[in-house]
């Protein structure tokens, strides 16, 4: 992999530089792009406007592309692609690897060497690329990553990104919204993941439900092996893992609940895990064979009711592995809690609810009783899931040509925000989805206080 090796003059950081030898590949000028060439994407320098253009001017996905993505194609394409094993970070398609990393928070935008990307190398010794090894590799990947952040705090100057008012709705709060909202029924004190939101390595594998319920559980593929020593265990590189990254407010105790399921009644078989947070020790989780029904069990050492595992954490973030014991075993989500009075069988996750909102779009298109919306949902401590941007136009009212959709977060343009910058085409009446696409969109102030709005980059009536 070599990126582009021009400089644009007026960038304070470039992310086309090859002067660092141990990420970059021929220095052939005849295909100084491979990477994104052979995936059918533009290379860094063509997706801008001008080779001259500022930071400030480059969106979020642009900077991707131009920094990690071609590493992440570079050293995970063999595994990380989809269809085969999540995250899709090293898949040769842009956009599908960027919302990964976006999704899945894999990458810290406040401390770049807590980036679950960088640890996965750094700290693991992960599928390290032989050549130039783990530690230059996760030293260069963490230079790209700190780069990245600090352009991205450029973008978050307001004087920087600041919308044309002319083409912005007004701001709505998501008490404001159209829609009602239920309460997932987590308790207080606790943070809810699905198991295939992880970070997860085979053979480990997300699959469909079996049960109706809809969604993906997470179980070992076939052909995999117990690991019962947990001496073993923890340089055994064979055994699946799942990684998830945990935002704790408080310091204190916490506990880890599993939704977990095994296909018979013996406990001895295919009924327990590894568990640890961040660089602790391995422990064994071992819970009752359930003939393969789901329950609810405190990580805990017995497979009958025992004395839950307790770890200290302090406030921040920290990483909660889950590691292969025995094959077969399956699980469906997972609670990180300091509560262990509440009784989590009673506990449902339901189904997560949008709220809608929805702005008038009469001055900014110039056709009255045009709106715009779209659906908010509360994804996780830190961040919203954004999904179904509309266009909604009287009958009859004509078409509007819209470039450059961006989501406003009390009047900012983030540039971990860019699902929507791709945006432009011409919609007629009575309007329609503007994008497929859902959105990780990172919170502010928080759900009751953040202020939602939209805006173009231009906006157009079409003839």
Not at 38 to 54: H, Q, R, V, Y
Request: aromatic share 8%.
């Amino acid at each position: 992999m070599a990126c582009s090796s021009s400089k644009p003059t007026q960038k304070p950081i470039s992310f086309g530089d090859n002067s660092d030898d141990s990420l970059s590949g021929s220095d052939d000028e005849e295909d100084d792009d491979p990477i994104h060439k052979k995936a059918g994407i533009k290379s860094p320098d063509e997706n801008l406007e001008s080779k001259e253009a500022t930071v400030a001017e480059q969106d979020s996905l642009k900077l991707y592309q131009e920094s990690v993505h071609p590493m992440m194609v570079k050293w995970c394409k063999s595994c990380h692609v989809s269809g085969s094993q999540p995250p899709y970070i090293g898949d040769a398609n842009l956009q599908t690897a960027y919302q990964e990393v976006m999704a899945k928070h894999l990458v810290d935008f406040k401390e770049p060497n807590k980036s679950r990307i960088y640890l996965r190398i750094a700290q693991e010794n992960h599928n390290c690329p032989p050549d130039p090894g783990c530690g230059p590799a996760s030293q260069s990947l963490l230079t790209k990553l700190e780069d990245w952040v600090k352009v991205a705090q450029n973008l978050q100057d307001p004087a920087a990104n600041a919308a044309n008012p002319a083409t912005t709705t007004s701001a709505k709060k998501i008490a404001e919204k159209t829609s009602s909202r239920k309460d997932s029924g987590i308790p207080e004190g606790s943070l809810y993941f699905p198991a295939e939101s992880a970070m997860i390595k085979a053979p480990f594998m997300a699959k469909d439900r079996s049960d109706g319920e809809g969604g993906k559980t997470v179980t070992t593929a076939a052909g995999a092996v117990d690991q019962l020593n947990l001496n073993n265990a923890a340089a055994d590189g064979t055994l699946g893992t799942l990684v998830f990254n945990v935002d704790i407010k408080t310091a204190g105790n916490y506990h880890v609940v599993g939704r977990v399921l095994s296909p018979n009644q013996n406990a001895a078989v295919s009924s327990s895990f590894y568990v640890k947070f961040d660089a602790n020790p391995l422990q064994v989780w071992d819970y009752p064979g359930t003939n393969n029904a789901f329950i609810y069990d405190k990580a805990d050492a017995v497979a009958a009711t025992g004395a839950p595992l307790a770890f200290n954490l302090t406030a921040g973030g920290h990483t909660l592995e889950i590691r292969q014991r025995q094959a077969g075993v399956e699980i469906d989500s997972v609670i990180v809690t300091s509560n262990l009075t509440y009784d989590f069988s009673l506990f449902a996750a339901a189904e997560r609810n949008f709220d809608r909102l929805e702005f008038d779009f009469s001055t900014q298109s110039g056709i009255p009783g045009a709106k715009l919306a779209i659906e908010i949902a509360d994804y996780d401590p830190k961040s919203y899931l954004i999904k179904n941007p509309e266009l909604i136009l009287p009958q009859g009212s004509g078409s509007l040509k819209l470039k450059n959709l961006k989501v406003l977060i009390n009047g900012r343009y983030l540039p971990q925000h860019a699902t929507y910058t791709a945006l432009q085409d011409t919609f007629a009446a009575p309007g329609k989805i503007l994008s497929p696409a859902t959105m990780i969109a990172l919170k502010d102030k928080g759900a009751a206080e953040d202020k939602f709005s939209l805006t173009f980059e231009s906006i157009e009536k079409a003839p």
